[in-house]
């Protein structure tokens, strides 16, 4: 992971937030650094956190969120739960 995005991402879980929102957190990343992302994704929801993530990438989406919900120009047009998701341990 890039020495900016490394840096943002320790301040991000610097405080223990409850609620985490991000924005394409993957963008830009190499596909080491996306595990890497995803592993820290997954065990804040394991550890009971909540995150509303945006992404294009629905694999991404489908590996991490249990509930999904798609917007089209700022209307929500579906939601529902991703039956894809991991179990929450």
């Known amino acids: 992971m890039g020495c900016?995005?490394?840096r943002a991402w320790r301040r991000l879980w610097w405080n223990?937030?409850?609620l985490l929102i991000l924005d394409e957190p993957t963008s830009a990343l190499d596909p080491?650094?996306?595990v890497m992302v995803r592993e820290l994704?997954?065990?804040?929801?394991n550890h009971g956190k909540t995150i509303f993530l945006s992404?294009?990438?629905l694999s991404e989406?489908?590996?991490?969120?249990d509930r999904v919900a798609?917007?089209?120009?700022?209307?929500?047009v579906r939601l529902g739960r991703?039956?894809?998701s991991p179990a929450i341990e």
């Open 4 to 6: 900016c995005k490394g």
């Open 16 to 18: 223990d937030p409850e």
């Open 32 to 34: 080491l650094a996306r």
């Open 41 to 45: 994704l997954l065990s804040a929801r």
């Open 55 to 57: 992404s294009h990438l």
């Open 61 to 65: 989406v489908e590996l991490v969120c």
């Open 70 to 76: 798609v917007l089209h120009r700022g209307k929500l």
């Open 82 to 84: 991703n039956s894809r």
